[in-house]
């Protein structure tokens, strides 16, 4: 690549040529932008150009090293790998040097993306770098110095994410000219992990989401969707979204206020919780995919009366145990997608649980929308109080280490905002949930969004509030909510003919990839046994051309599934962890690799897919066995529910009932038993049903009437009496068992749910009665706790507060000169904050400025003891000893300002001018030497080097001093017209 050492308009004028031709856009960008002041081009020890950039706060900046700028470009980038078809974005461009590295260094497919807001700086980069062939490849693209433009091209690029091939970069340079660099760069970053967590928990469990959508979809096809919802009758009416983030210790307890005043949606998470807090939500949400967030639901989910939204994929126990109403927001990729109307008003699932609530509150038409218990952060704790995946949270060695009973995790620890100001911890997942909230928000600007988290991240778009005063001022009417929920509820109703069609062509793919991957098995295995066991071994031609002969069998056979494959997204969805993985594996041989390595990478990847064929699809298939008949019978019988026939009625209805079961929605079952059972000849088949379905739900005084009702023989009355009896007793056992043991732990949140539970079933329990009142006892206590430390903090918050706005004045007051209120509010401070160094710190420049010098020296001194290591106190001093002409004790203090921080290296420019006013120019002229060594391109300190040379006698190192300047900055003309004196 051509490099200028000065800037030439040639080079610019083939950039300019290749930018019109492949980036117009920018161009028109660049040209729109004014001239920008404060940038000039200074040159280095070895002879390439550096930049100067003046900050708004008049601050000089140079960007590069001053002996040679490339070495430590060269040196970073020495064991970096720009890989084919990866993509790398740069933020800030400089004159351009590490962007010319990266391209030299990058393999062929490879794109570098510069983000540069400094039209200036843009014009001497391309001046010096002829990037055009480049530009013209498509190697080097310049993005709109935006957020949405570099956004939007990471969101087209961002499949690459997976493979770690997407790299975001910034100019060690960049920071310290502006803030919009690491704004943006911290941006880009958030939204890079927002686009990596779902595609990596989309392609990681891509099985995983197919196989629970298929179990789950008979009960979501019998269950509502979101379309109710969405006729405006929630429209303006407050929404309190409750996640279980650890501040909602803090005002949890007051969530009973907004009952019937907002509608209150919850994460499943906090149902245990709110329900130990005798706070019923009006929906929950689920879509956790795993177990281990069932075990959230478990043992309070049957509890549940109040709907129920989930995502499709959702684990199967929560539907399948949950009995009342379930919402299923129906979204374009879901199986159920395409049997519904064209009509079906649709809610994004998102990424979190917390995300579909707040989804479905905006498409409800909600305003205000309130948050609580959405933390995004972690404090001592992940979770409030109570929660099952409640963890420890501790920051070692800038890692997060988490444990519970279950184990210990660690993770990469991230700093984000906080509501309050500062910075508080959270992870890089969080990170990604923060992202999707914020992007959420700032597409809804007509609505009211209220952080009333009290704690954790800042959410940016919402207006912090408490909640107590978020409920005070948004939640004071009443609404009928439970009504209107009702009213809401309609049922999906789809197309079960077009549904179990599409299902049908689906189990017809999956016998036949099957059948082909089946056949599949025996010449991998033939193949396996023709690869010698080590590479040294021979292998002979007959045996390459076998090897051959079965690899296009084999290559055939996996052609053939992956057209079957990719004819149905159902399958192709299944299958997405198993087609990522082969394209890891992908065939890429090098020149020079042997006959037995392409052949044994060759047999690992068709090994890889029969085994991830087989596995998912066999998944698959024994899924489909048991749903497609579900889905049949409901289809078929709750249309024969229409009929006048008694005898066929009856038979519907049992029928019905017994479908209804097999689904898991045995509240729906009891009333087609009941009605089966009004006809003789059902009587006792529908009656042992229900008696079956009480037990399973617990509700065994139900299943004891039952019983009576059925006038068994003796013998099969004494059997389900039994059975009846002994689920009690183990129903009992269980949950007094975790209530002693949440009790004796302190979890009161648990120990009330499971003493409720006992005394659901046996009131006269004393045990379960005792272990109640104490809970709640403790309950009592832990709200009173918590509102004090709530009000301690807001008290210290407060002073806080009052303490940087009177510092703030004070600050200004300086400024302006007004030097003797700011000594009054200083000393104000003082008297209560005795030790506050920032207001010793200001009364000192407070009374250097009425050049009050032995008041100012006395503040620095007790800083200077307190705060040794503060270089700017010591510099300070050295400043007010120099106003009081005690040059020993200034030249002492400087001193100790450097050693303490070599930033303060300017501070030798300053002894030096010392030493000059004490004629001790030999020392001037060691302490110049001290300042170029650490400064070697500051030309103006050379020339007064030269000049102590010159007081010596010294021309000849004057002049070398003088020369070396104008290496640096050519046309310098203090240094041309003392080199032209010294000519004479």
Known sequence: MVKSMIPSPEIFQKNWTALKEKSPQFLTWWESQ??????????????????????????????????????????????????????????????????????????????????????????????????????????????????????????????????????????????????????????????????????????????????????????????????????????????????????????????????????????????????????????ICSIDFGKPNYLDLEDVIQDATMPLVIDSRVYPEIPFEYQGDLITPVCGDDILAEALSEHQERVDRGKTVAQLGLNLALAIGADPIIFTGQDLALGTTSHVFGAIADTKVELQDGKILESNSQGKSVNEAFWVEGIYGGRVLTTKVLMGYLEDFENTIKNFPDRCFIDATEGGALIRGTKVMTLREAIDQYCQKDYDIPNLVERSLAPLNPDFEKLIADLESVNLLVNKILRINRKLKKPITILKKLLPETEGESFSDSQKKRFEELSQRISHGFEQIARAINSHRIIRTALGRVRHALMQRENKFQAGDSIHRKAKVTLRRYELAYKGFEATIRRIKRVMDDILPALREYSIFSQERQTKDKKQTADAHFRLGMCFKKMGCLRRAIPEFEQAALWGYKREESLGQLVDIYITLEQFEEAQSCLQELHPDPQEEERIRQRILTKKEKCLMRYLTKAKERS???????????????????????????????????????????QEEVRQFREETERKQELARNLSRARKLVQENAFDQAISIYQEILATHQDHPEAHFGLSRAYRGKKDWQAACQELLWLSERYANKAQVHAELGDVYLSMADYGQSFQAYQRAIEVDKNFAHLYLRMANICIHLGKIEEAITHYESYLNLNPADYHSLVKLGDCYLLLGAREAAKIGYQAALRIQPNYSPAMERINRLSL
């Open 34 to 283: 004014p001239d920008q002041k404060g940038i000039e081009l200074i040159y280095t020890l070895s002879g390439l150009p550096d930049l100067r950039i003046e900050t708004k706060d008049g601050k000089k900046i140079s960007l590069y090293n001053h002996d040679h700028p490339l070495s430590p470009i060269e040196q970073d980038l020495q064991d970096r790998q720009f890989l084919k078809e990866g993509v790398t974005f740069l933020f800030g461009l400089g004159l351009g040097y590490k962007a010319a590295q990266i391209i030299d260094r990058m393999e062929n497919g490879h794109i570098l993306f510069i983000i540069e807001d400094n039209a200036a700086i843009v014009h001497l980069a391309l001046s010096l770098n002829d990037f055009s062939e480049a530009i013209r490849q498509g190697k080097l693209s310049f993005c709109l110095p935006e957020e949405d433009a570099v956004r939007q091209i990471i969101s087209q690029q961002s499949p690459k994410l997976l493979d770690g091939k997407i790299s975001l970069e910034m100019e060690n340079f960049a920071p310290k000219i502006s803030s919009f660099y690491p704004a943006i760069y911290k941006s880009c970053q958030r939204f890079c992990n927002s686009l990596f967590l779902s595609y990596n928990t989309f392609v990681s469990l891509s099985d995983t989401f197919v196989i629970n959508e298929l179990k789950n979809l008979p009960k979501i096809a019998a269950g509502c969707g979101t379309e109710g919802f969405c006729r405006g009758d929630f429209s303006r009416i407050p929404a309190i979204l409750v996640a279980t983030g650890p501040s909602l210790q803090k005002n949890i307890h007051l969530l009973k206020e907004a009952k019937g005043k907002a509608l209150i949606i919850a994460v499943g998470q906090a149902l245990r919780v709110l329900l130990a807090y005798d706070i019923k939500p009006d929906i």
């Open 744 to 786: 004796s732990e302190g979890d009161f949140v648990n120990a009330i749910v499971y003493a409720r539970k006992v005394l659901a079933i046996d009131p006269e329990s004393d045990i379960a009665s005792q272990i109640l009142a104490k809970s709640l006892d403790q309950r009592q206590e832990k709200i009173a706790a918590t």
